[in-house]
């Protein structure tokens, strides 16, 4: 089984939105609305954004929003800050065999 | 608050083993399902194992399977990652991750919280 693709990298200048797809299959993504998405800073603990596909944890900003089509999930990021700019993963339920996807990852610069 | 702190990292020659700690508080590993996900320099997460909270399954990535063992000791609230016939490949930070169900089936929703990692260096 093969990890979902991301986009190795997106940009965007402050206060602009930025879409970063991920793209797996109906033995992932397409099959459960268990997709989560991760901020990770270099170097820190990554952090959830992101879970159950549209769901935000707590302390997250409204800047961040997920959605989902087919074997496509999606992170949009509104309003861009400085502060957002680090590495995004997207990771889903696959089955009980391989039970956890991570997308390879992409990597958010804020011009 | 929760709070994971993984130690035991280092560097180990190929072919050898370490055994990484996870010290959990804040809460019970005997509530909660707990993971070990790795990142490789320059590479994305991957995600290693899983220990179910009543410890009753353990699932494991094929890259771990058959040399990697997921344990756990609730006296201590601590989980482990015994891992053996090390490779250069498994040069990565590791972290442990706190699971989070989606209600059975679904033995995984997503991870609520993360450690900061130990770095784990297979040298040839």
């Known amino acids: 089984q093969s990890a979902p693709t991301q986009p190795p990298s997106a940009s965007g200048s402050p206060g602009q939105s930025v879409t970063i797809s991920c793209t797996g299959s109906?033995?992932?993504?397409?099959?459960?609305?268990?997709v989560s998405w991760y901020q990770h800073h270099p170097g820190k603990a990554p952090k959830v954004i992101i879970y159950?596909?549209?769901k935000r944890p707590s302390g997250v900003p409204d800047r961040f929003s997920g959605s989902k089509s087919g074997n496509t999930a999606s992170l949009t990021v509104s309003g861009l800050q400085a502060e957002d700019e680090a590495d995004y993963y997207c990771?889903?339920?696959?089955?009980?065999?391989?039970?956890?996807?991570f997308g390879g990852g992409t990597k958010l610069t804020v011009l | 608050q929760v709070q994971l702190v993984e130690s035991g990292g280092g560097v180990v020659q190929t072919g050898g083993s370490l055994r990484l700690s996870c010290a959990a508080s804040?809460?019970?590993?005997?509530?909660?399902?707990m993971h070990w996900v790795r990142q490789a320099p320059g590479k994305g997460l991957e995600w290693v194992a899983y220990?179910?909270?009543?410890?009753?399954?353990?699932l494991y990535a094929d890259p771990a399977k058959g040399r990697f063992t997921i344990s756990k000791d609730t006296s201590r609230n601590t989980v482990y990652l015994q891992m053996n016939s090390l490779g250069v490949e498994d040069t990565a930070v590791y972290y442990c991750?706190?699971?989070?169900?989606?209600?059975?089936?679904?033995?995984?929703?997503?991870?609520?919280?993360w450690g900061q990692g130990s770095l784990v260096t297979v040298s040839s």
């Open positions: 109906s033995s992932d993504i397409g099959g459960y609305n268990y």
């Open positions: 159950e596909v549209t």
């Open positions: 220990l179910r909270s009543d410890g009753s399954t353990e």
């Open positions: 990771s889903s339920f696959a089955g009980t065999n391989n039970l956890v996807v």
């Open positions: 804040g809460f019970s590993v005997q509530v909660y399902g």
């Open positions: 991750a706190r699971n989070i169900w989606g209600g059975p089936p679904i033995l995984f929703s997503y991870f609520d919280h």
